[in-house]
């Protein structure tokens, strides 16, 4: 499989040639990437919620801005035509077209600690800090328990697709507890699909392809809140990922 043709979204691809090219890497000029991106990717200012939005997105319903704050408890949504990329506490979200979530989170001093999400609807490309007590995603198909992992889940009414790009996961289907599994991965090793079909009692989990989510889209939200993916070295040209499923 080509991943490149995962990639059909125009503003997707605008977004991964970008990267290709070295807007990380120093091989672009500032003033090119704010042209390409509207601001040069980097560690959000305090304060700053929003990297980037396109099309209709809206926070607790109201329509949003790169001004409007997402806070660890949030609802966010986004149309047809929208899509958004933005950072809560530790934690950093690529949120495509037709998607609705729900933060699960909390206020600790002065840090914002994501403990959890609920996918609704939608596409979800996810980064997070290191979480002692884990953090639980929900979709009406899983229940994903993780710490500090990059994941990324597609959400339909009776299926979940779910890769965890790198880190540990346990996975376990919301209808069907003898489905389970963890997966350690390093590199998007091992993408799942998991079901809820009571005939399915123990087998509603399935191997999956690698699909719709690159390196370089995780790069970039791991650079909003100051980190890079482990898999990424100093002096490495960027590329898809270049495992085989």
Do not use: W
């Not at 099309?55 to 035509?81: H, W, Y």
């Not at 346990?170 to 009571?198: F, M, N, Q, R, W």
């Not at 889209?217 to 650079?223: A, G, N, V």
Request: charged fraction near 20%; aromatic fraction near 6%; hydrophobic fraction near 35%.
């Amino acid at each position: 499989m080509n991943r490149q043709d995962q990639v059909d979204d125009p503003r997707r691809r605008l977004l991964v040639q970008a990267l290709a090219a070295g807007c990380f890497g120093g091989l672009v000029t500032e003033p090119a990437r704010a042209d390409i991106f509207g601001s040069s990717p980097a560690r959000l200012p305090p304060g700053q919620s929003i990297y980037r939005l396109s099309g209709g997105v809206r926070v607790n319903g109201a329509a949003a801005t790169l001004k409007t704050a997402i806070g660890p408890s949030d609802t966010v949504e986004t149309e047809r035509n929208g899509e958004i990329v933005f950072a809560v506490g530790g934690s950093a979200f690529l949120l495509r077209s037709g998607g609705k979530m729900v933060l699960q989170g909390e206020k600790q001093a002065d840090s914002i600690v994501t403990t959890g999400l609920r996918l609704l609807t939608g596409r979800l490309l996810s980064v997070f800090g290191k979480a002692p007590q884990g953090i639980r995603l929900q979709t009406l198909t899983a229940t994903v328990g993780i710490r500090g992992t990059g994941a990324y889940l597609e959400v339909e009414p009776d299926l979940t697709y779910f890769c965890t790009c790198y880190g540990t996961a346990d996975v376990v289907s919301a209808s069907d507890p003898a489905s389970k599994e963890t997966v350690t991965a390093t590199h998007h090793d091992k993408p799942l699909y998991i079901g809820a079909d009571p005939k399915q009692k123990g087998k509603n989990i399935r191997l999956a392809p690698f699909k719709n989510h690159t390196d370089q889209e995780l790069m970039l939200i791991e650079t909003l809140v100051g980190r890079t993916p482990p898999f990424v070295f100093p002096g490495q040209e960027y590329e898809t990922p270049r495992r085989d499923y």
